[in-house]
């Protein structure tokens, strides 16, 4: 978990910029793709994530949720778009409302008490999480998901070498 609001920025902007990343390969046509029918779908998993950030946006923490519903858009740019802006803004809201010591604090979430600094802890888990299933169904839409914490099977091919497999 995290002790100061210096090390969950650090983290948070580069695994919301990986996150960013993959979301900027969507395509319109991508966003209906899913696992099985009755499933979420490539864009509602997408458009979690933003909602989700927004979600955090309370009296504790206040700034401006993403446009739209619950429900994802049909535009991949839209979806990319609002979640680069509602990072963004969680950033600038835990660097100048929440100071080092209010990490430690106790907050209500789903009925249970968690730390602000577990809360943080949890939606990079949360986002890590999403982006495996994000690469999957990115695969299965046609799509090539780029390469996060190292070269995908892809990227081993595109290089000469055998993918481990």
């Known amino acids: ?6 090390e969950f920025i650090l983290e948070w902007k580069a695994e919301s910029a990986a996150t960013s990343h993959l979301l900027d390969v969507l395509t319109d046509e ?6 099985s029918p009755g499933h979420r ?17 309370s009296a504790e923490l206040q700034f401006e949720k993403p446009d739209g519903e ?7 740019k839209k979806i990319a778009d609002e979640y680069k802006k509602v990072s963004q803004a969680l950033v600038d809201a835990v660097e100048t409302q929440w100071k080092d010591v209010d990490l430690q604090s106790s907050q209500e979430v789903n009925g249970e008490e968690w730390s602000k600094a577990k809360s943080l802890h949890l939606l990079v888990q949360h986002e890590v999480h999403h982006r495996g299933q994000l690469t ?15 070269p995908t099977f892809d990227d081993w091919k595109d290089k000469g070498q055998t993918p481990y497999i």
């Open 30 to 35: 991508s966003l209906q793709q899913s696992i």
């Open 41 to 57: 779908t490539l864009g509602q998993i997408a458009w979690h994530l933003v909602w989700v950030i927004g979600s955090l946006s």
């Open 70 to 76: 619950e429900r994802a858009p049909s535009s991949a």
């Open 136 to 150: 999957v169904l990115m695969r299965q839409a046609g799509l090539r998901p780029p390469a996060i914490y190292g």
């Open 1 to 6: 978990m995290y002790h100061t609001i210096d």
